[in-house]
């Protein structure tokens, strides 16, 4: 159920400016990796890489390699809607569909697709995937209910149902905490915990605690100035990384004494 | 401990409010109103008498509803102060500016309706002016006429303004859609009467001249008609929120699916408020119409073959060419104008109806 990404020599460009430069990584499977940098360094941009995302942005395109288990995402052939299907994204801000209810906007992988699901099927993926988010229990009454309506943190773990329930390979995260409050925080963190089992999962985050409370590795992406390409770091296991980081500048952000 | 105990003692000396300000009383902009009217109508009253003529009851309500903007800023600023007085001035003039708008509308209602309800009846409803001369007939022809060409312009338009209106949101890039825009605007300005020769000469390339058929109403209601519905679904897509698209994207779901099941469906109250707006645009529309459908007196159901009737031309027809009496032709007219409106205005009723049942539901 998971897969082992491995990044080489890869540039991101929008247009003509480099935005992220020569990032070479590897994320092992069923492992929490965490993003972490300042504002604008490329973290978010260099995570939308990991299954095409990027290229809903008019302009931006990528140099290098993106190899999934082996499979180049970048080779030209590479259809991209596939990649998303094995590589589900959570937003920074919830964004459940506002048309559909609960309960279809947990289905929203299949039914978009076209493709048919009995019912007792759909309701079984639902509850599977409604569980697998800790979501359960609070919305098990009002699935007919509309998404909408829904808390900040009920919506985020709602999106992360949906991602969940098209069954992915990959879950990435950019900030997925960063509209919500602590015990919604505390929630999604749990749950990224469990996630873990069955999943690889990347995760954009500006809160330090959090990137050290659920990652295993982190990877510390840095900018050299304003208009200059972000590039990455270091990248070690998460201990290292706040602990005793090998490079000035990590040791510097993670401290708090950067700038 | 002592100072605090001490406040409550100076608080309750009788000291003013600092931050209270002279203040006309609630009454007071209606009693200026009424006294300003009054004042006028006195005028008006006075002039009436010299003059012997009958007392003008639009002219007193005019004047004095003009004599009321100058009183009351004047009233507010020796009371209150100039920002409120100012406050006072702007609230008089839109609100003037409003009542001013409303008059010729609810003018017309009246009209339109007083003069239509005398040959608003069964027969006009259910007879064509087939071998009618006089009294009598009916303009069942020309509603079957309006509803015919008004919803083949409908199954035109809808379909490429709203395909257009996607192509320009969800893939038109660079120049191409630049160019579109640009002749999009250009359309909604062309003045209805070109795009009724248009469409008649259009025909008479391949029909021979003369023809006139309601497909040909119909195709130059559509050249009005695309271009709102371009402009109108193009906003509403675009008010669509990226995050939406992105989040079915990232389930793995192609572009086209997350137009159609997304994207449409998000904005479609929007989309279907717009599309009504331009159906009530096009369908009063009367020079197109009488070059490209022409008029008759007979019911056609056969958009591609013969003239079509329909309201407005039906309206212009009764009145251009009134017989013996002309009363009747004019009567007819009128409840021809009164129809259009109804319809008109049913139409703008569904469009809202359908707006509220399709937009996206909130609530827990």
Known sequence: MSKRIEVRDLNVYYSKFLAVEGVNLAIEPRSVTAFIGPSGCGKSTFLRTLNRMHEVIPGARVEGEVLIDGNNLYDPDVDPVLVRRQVGMVFQRPNPFPTMS????????????????????????????????????????????????????????????????????????????????????????????????????VIVTHNMQQASRVSDRTAFFNIAGTGKPGNLIEYDDTTTIFSNPSVQATEDYVSGRFG | MTVQTERPVEAAAPISNSLTAGRLPKSAPWTILVVAIAVAAAVFGVVSIGTGAGFNWGGALFVGALLYIPSIWLFSTLVEGRRRAMDRLVTALVTGAFLLAMIPLVSLAITVITLGAARFDADFFSMSMRNVTGEGGGALHAIIGTLFITGAAAIISIPVGLMTSIYLVEYGRGRLARGITFFVDVMTGIPSIVAGLFAYSLFAIFLGPGTRTGIAGAVALSLLMIPVVVRSSEEMLRLVPNELREAAFALGVPKWLTIVKVVLPTSIAGITTGIMLSIARVIGETAPLLIAAGFTASVNYNLFSDRMQSLPVYVYTQYANQGNPPEAFLDRAWAAALTLILIVMALNLIARLVARFFAPKFGR
């Open chain 1, 102 to 201: 609960i309960k279809e906007n947990v289905l929203a992988g299949v039914k978009l697709n076209n493709k048919r699901i009995s019912k007792s099927d759909a309701d079984e993926l639902v509850e599977r995937s409604l569980r697998g988010a800790n979501l359960w229990n609070e919305v098990k009454d009002r699935l007919d209910r509309p998404g909408s309506g829904l808390s900040g943190g009920q919506q985020q773990r709602l999106c992360i149902a949906r991602a969940i329930a098209v069954s992915p390979e990959v879950i990435l995260m950019d900030e997925p905490c960063s509209a919500l409050d602590p015990i919604s925080t505390l929630a999604i963190e749990d749950l990224i915990e469990e996630l873990k089992l069955k999943y690889t999962i």
